[in-house]
């Protein structure tokens, strides 16, 4: 089993900035790809960004230009700077990990992110 937990959420004001962390932890030995996702309120989950196992990262449209998604291997971290927030920006940011020889993603239990003058 892995455990993936996420910090850093809180409430921001507009234009403010946070930076998420998703900690793994568990029966593994190394990580694929990781990701991001979010769900607002009354909205289905949606894909925020991801990251390869190498660091290829890619990026939804919404928040392209205003996220960066990384990477600490070493820690078994993946972290999501996020900029310029915008109200929208409201929701609850889930992780999201591949695990060699593991059949299903694991997800942590999110953290909520609220951004509000």
């Known amino acids: 089993q892995v455990q993936l937990v996420e910090s850093g959420g809180g409430l921001v004001q507009p234009g403010g900035s946070l930076r998420l962390s998703c900690a793994a932890s568990?029966?593994?030995?190394?990580?694929?790809?990781m990701a991001w996702y979010r769900q607002a309120p009354g909205k289905q989950r949606e894909w925020v960004a991801g990251?390869?196992?190498?660091?290829?990262?890619n990026y939804a449209d919404i928040v392209k230009g205003r996220a960066t998604i990384s990477r600490d291997n070493a820690k078994n971290t993946v972290y999501l700077q996020m900029n310029s927030l915008l109200p929208e920006d409201t929701a609850v940011y889930y992780c999201?990990?591949?695990?060699?020889?593991?059949?299903?993603?694991?997800w942590g239990k999110g953290t909520l992110v609220t951004v509000s003058s």
């Open positions: 568990g029966s593994f030995f190394r990580l694929n790809g």
């Open positions: 999201y990990a591949l695990v060699p020889g593991h059949p299903s993603p694991y």
């Open positions: 990251i390869s196992s190498g660091g290829i990262t």
